[in-house]
């Protein structure tokens, strides 16, 4: 059974970083474009990075220059750098893998940045 496991959430002070990791199970990665979305209480579910298979990456504006999306295929692991974090950016934060008609998510790991 294919899984998307994320990690590395948690509580941070406004300013702060974090890392998110998100290990996947039974895929070849390598053909995947990964995003990482993220859904705050009351809100929709929005993008807020993707990385193609070739490395292309895309963010939302609201994080440009604060989050950094990266992949590492070998550890069929992709990660989220967040620097300068804000209290707008608490939500849950999930990972999505989409290749053909395979699409992907994980459980989702809980991300609240304090004021």
């Known amino acids: 059974q294919v899984q998307l496991v994320e990690s590395g959430g948690g509580l941070v002070q406004a300013g702060g970083s974090l890392r998110l990791s998100c290990a996947v199970f039974?895929?070849?990665?390598?053909?995947?474009?990964m995003g990482w979305y993220r859904q705050a209480p009351g809100k929709q579910r929005e993008l807020v990075a993707s990385?193609?298979?070739?490395?292309?990456?895309n963010y939302v504006d609201f994080v440009k220059g604060r989050f950094t999306i990266a992949r590492d295929n070998a550890k069929n692991t992709v990660y989220l750098q967040m620097n300068n974090l804000k209290p707008e950016d608490t939500a849950v934060y999930y990972c999505?893998?989409?290749?053909?008609?395979?699409?992907?998510w994980g459980q989702g790991t809980q991300v609240t940045v304090s004021s």
């Open positions: 999505n893998g989409r290749f053909l008609t395979n699409n992907y």
């Open positions: 039974r895929i070849n990665l390598s053909f995947y474009t």
């Open positions: 990385i193609s298979s070739g490395g292309n990456t």
